[in-house]
């Protein structure tokens, strides 16, 4: 069956500090991978996505993610949070024009 | 370019009451979602349409929840009558055909059910 697990439901991180946010899917075919980003009473909004090639990929406001096949993981990264990163973030598996959700990881950062 | 449009915001309502939201997708994207977001969980989703045809409303319970895309533009999504465990933020996505699976998403709609 295909799923996607972020298994921290909740991460507090210290501003200018580093963060990773855990991603493992259950796919039977090659994935397009994504991540979302949810600010409160927001809609979602595209950080990343990874179809082929490069198995890293950047995306907007200073993330970037690499997949590994191995592991059947997309993690998300960023070298330095600011506070304004602080929302929920979603990743996602997605064929034949659908998306499967993660339950999310909120992200909170302390001052 | 305009982003995928819903309204309203936000929506309370009496547990048995009937409420419809509305989405508006962008221009010239077929692919037209709804999901299901409850409190502390990623969005689900209830029915795909493309274009005016239903593509895939298996999670949809249609006993009380009914979608169209009438001329496969706007889409209204119905509930009735409502249930305590179908208050949730509401979310409309869309999708262009050449895409690859990228969704975008509008701002949704919160329904309180009291």
């Known amino acids: 069956a295909q799923s996607v697990t972020q298994p921290d439901i909740h991460i507090t991180v210290s501003e200018g500090a580093s963060l990773e946010l855990r991603c493992n899917y259950s796919?039977?075919?090659?994935?397009?991978l994504f991540w979302y980003v949810q600010s409160p009473g927001q809609g979602l909004q595209l950080l990343l996505k990874?179809?082929?090639?490069?198995?890293l990929v950047q995306g907007i406001k200073g993330f970037e993610a690499e997949f590994k096949r191995s592991q059947s993981s997309f993690n998300l990264r960023k070298p330095s949070v600011h506070w304004s990163d602080a929302a929920e973030y979603f990743c996602?598996?997605?064929?034949?024009?659908?998306?499967?959700f993660g339950q999310g990881t909120e992200l909170s950062v302390k001052p | 370019e305009a982003g995928v449009a819903q309204s309203p915001r936000y929506k309370i309502i009496e547990k048995r009451q009937s409420v419809a939201f509305w989405c508006n997708p962008i221009?010239?994207?077929?692919?037209l979602y709804w999901y299901q977001q409850i409190l502390g969980q990623g969005p689900k989703l209830l029915i795909q349409?493309?274009?005016?045809?239903?593509?895939?409303d298996s999670q949809l319970p249609k006993d009380r929840f009914s979608a169209e895309r009438l001329k496969g533009v706007d889409s209204t999504l119905k509930i009735q009558p409502a249930k305590l465990e179908d208050s949730a933020v509401y979310l409309c996505?869309?999708?262009?055909?050449?895409?690859?699976?990228?969704?975008?998403f509008g701002p949704g709609t919160r329904l309180t059910v009291l």
């Open positions: 221009s010239g994207h077929a692919t």
């Open positions: 349409f493309q274009n005016n045809g239903v593509v895939d």
């Open positions: 990874y179809f082929s090639g490069d198995t």
């Open positions: 996602a598996v997605g064929g034949g024009g659908k998306l499967i």
């Open positions: 996505a869309d999708r262009e055909s050449s895409s690859y699976n990228e969704q975008f």
């Open positions: 796919y039977g075919a090659t994935p397009y």
